[in-house]
């Protein structure tokens, strides 16, 4: 037996190491038969490995053997180091060993070279193999820096990480887009979002929190851009107003652009990321009205922007902007309420879909309790909310973005499906 776990990563080898005898693993990537000569490619996360065998020299065993593992088998491979310019890192492996650990069926659902191209359904049937694609295993690696680009920016600033539950007894909004579940001998819901929660921890004293967790969404629509299972981050921020967390959203989202544009892998995504300029442009939402109007798109007064509003007001403006100064009445009861039937809520916008929603939140018992009555709901389901904005509740404010669509938007993927692991939509439960 190969002692695998002493191996050395592809990149860890490089010419320098000569005449060396090196132990790898990984998958058999590719095989190429040039008759006299025979190259397998092994893959690791690292990269990639040149084996190459020449038939008069190899032991005749060990030479067939090679040819006939099939692609993608995980295999352990002991031999020379030699340098070799026109191999992946300026190096070759003269192999003496290989053991099979795991050989693969010979037909195999994706072709994870990408020379062959596949159908994002069939890449997601079989996510593990895509994952071993170049492309795909980059969009993951970008996603967990971008995550951890989070939580350091936000540890920097004093924010405490938290977790808020996932089965309620109540809905955030009181819309109907939620999963009932059973619970025990009752009716629960998977929560659509930690907002209620997060408020309630406003009158902790904790000042400044956040939660990077799933949301759950019973929306039927099949888009590109909703999941029903997605990833937000979301902040609360004791004693400041909607401006102050709309600065700290650029700042965050320019920072996280930032240190992707850093990420060698990028190349592997054609994207071409550039990193926005803070602070972003605002307009309120009479301007964009009044954008949409200049090119014959008339909107009432009071009405959301439907998706064509927000693609035909992206390519007018044509960088990440915000929309200010929404009417109360198209935002969510816990917006404060402002002049002229307007609140002080905010949406962040990317030219091609909405990546944040936020606002100053109302921290007046008598108001919320008044406002959510006036959105048709029942104050008697709100009560354990209602509750916290009793004993002292400083003003606060916060926002929630989708960690999804971000990425999708950066990376320039058009599908939010491509960014998460395993999708969940209309007619996906499985794998
Ligand atoms: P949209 O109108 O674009 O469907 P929304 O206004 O319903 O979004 P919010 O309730 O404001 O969404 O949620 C805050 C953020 O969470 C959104 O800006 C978005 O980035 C993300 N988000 C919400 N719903 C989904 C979803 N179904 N799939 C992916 N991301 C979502
Ligand atoms: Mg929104």
Redesign the pocket.
């Known amino acids: 037996m190969l002692d695998i776990q002493d191996r050395k990563y592809a990149n860890e080898i490089t010419a320098a190491n000569e005449g060396e005898r090196v132990s790898i693993a990984g998958w058999v990537h590719e095989k190429r038969d040039l008759g006299g000569v025979f190259f397998l490619v092994v893959r690791d996360i690292s990269g990639f490995a040149q084996v190459t065998l020449i038939r008069k020299k190899t032991e005749k065993e060990l030479f067939e053997r090679v040819k006939r593992v099939p692609r993608e088998s995980v295999v352990a491979i002991q031999g020379r180091v030699k340098s070799e310019q026109k191999a992946p890192n300026g190096y070759e492996i003269v192999p003496e060993r290989m053991e099979v650990l795991s050989e693969a069926s010979q037909v195999l659902p994706l072709d994870t070279t990408g020379k062959v191209g596949a159908e994002l359904d069939t890449r997601l049937d079989a996510r593990f193999m895509d994952l071993r694609t170049e492309r795909t295993k980059h969009i993951f690696i970008i996603r967990s820096h971008v995550l951890k680009a989070i939580r350091d920016f936000l540890d920097e600033r004093g924010f405490i990480e938290l977790n808020t539950p996932k089965i309620v007894s109540a809905a955030t ?1 009181g819309g109907t887009a939620l999963f009932p579940i059973s619970y025990f001998e009752r009716e629960a819901f998977l929560n ?2 930690p907002q209620l929660y997060k408020q309630m921890l406003m009158a902790s004293g904790f000042d400044r929190v956040y939660e990077i967790a799933p ?1 759950f ?1 019973a ?1 039927e629509h099949d888009t590109t ?4 299972e ?1 990833t ?1 981050i979301d902040i609360e921020v004791a004693f400041v107003d909607h401006e102050y967390v709309m600065t700290l959203l650029e700042e965050l989202v320019a920072f996280v652009y930032s240190k992707v544009a850093d990420y060698p892998g990028l190349a592997k995504l054609n994207s071409n990321l550039e990193v926005p300029k803070t602070p972003f442009r605002r307009i309120t939402y009479d301007e964009a009205i009044e954008l949409l109007s200049g090119v014959g798109e008339e909107i009432e007064w009071g009405e ?1 922007f439907s998706t064509s509003a927000e693609h035909t007001l992206g390519k007018i403006i044509d960088e990440l902007y915000f929309i200010t100064d929404w009417p109360s009445a198209i935002k969510p009861f816990y917006a404060q309420p402002a002049a002229g039937g307007t609140c002080n809520a905010f ?2 916008m990317h030219p091609r ?5 936020g606002s100053q939140r109302v921290h007046s018992y008598e108001l919320l309790k008044q406002q959510i009555e006036s959105k048709g709901l029942s104050a008697d389901n709100f009560e354990f909310y209602l509750d916290a904005f009793r004993y002292g509740m400083p003003p606060h404010a916060g ?4 960690a ?3 990425l999708m938007c950066m990376l320039g993927i058009g599908n ?1 499906r491509e960014v998460v692991l395993f999708p969940r939509d209309r007619r996906r439960l499985v794998p």
């Open positions: 909004e659509q979002s949301i969404r929306e851009k909703h999941l029903n997605a937000s959301d949406d962040l879909v909405e990546l944040s929603s926002w929630g973005l989708g999804e669509r971000l939010i």
